[in-house]
Nanobody, 129 residues
């Protein structure tokens, strides 16, 4: 059974940085992807970034390109989301999720949330002065 445990949220001032972590377990192969989603108050959940475990390819929503970086530590089975130059509009609950199984033949893992099969508990990120 796939389990995802998130950490790293909190309060940060505009222009600051935070790193979210998603520790994953329960996979029996490396044909999966980990995605980060966020849901701001009163808005729908949106995909932010994802990474393919098999080939390491990364993908980003246009709104966070150049601002967020997704990475992985395979030895720790952990995926990170480094968020820089944070703005008040980045305030949201951030979730990591697993797309499993995931074929590298699929052009991108930036897929609708209903394609993702397992979810972390969510971490609140508040950007405010």
């Amino acid at each position: 059974q796939v389990q995802l445990v998130e950490s790293g949220g909190g309060l940060v001032q505009p222009g600051g940085s935070l790193r979210l972590s998603c520790a994953a377990s329960g996979f029996t192969s490396d044909y999966y992807a980990i995605g980060w989603f966020r849901q701001a108050p009163g808005k729908e959940r949106e995909g932010v970034s994802c990474i393919s475990r098999r080939d390491g390819h990364t993908y980003y929503a246009d709104s966070v390109k150049g601002q967020f970086t997704i990475s992985e530590d395979n030895a720790k089975n952990t995926v990170y989301l480094q968020m820089n130059n944070l703005k008040p509009e980045d305030t949201a609950v951030y979730y990591c999720a697993a797309l499993y199984p995931y074929s590298v033949l699929v052009p991108t893992c930036m897929l609708p949330m209903d394609r993702y099969t397992s979810w972390g508990q969510g971490n609140k990120v508040t950007v405010s002065s």
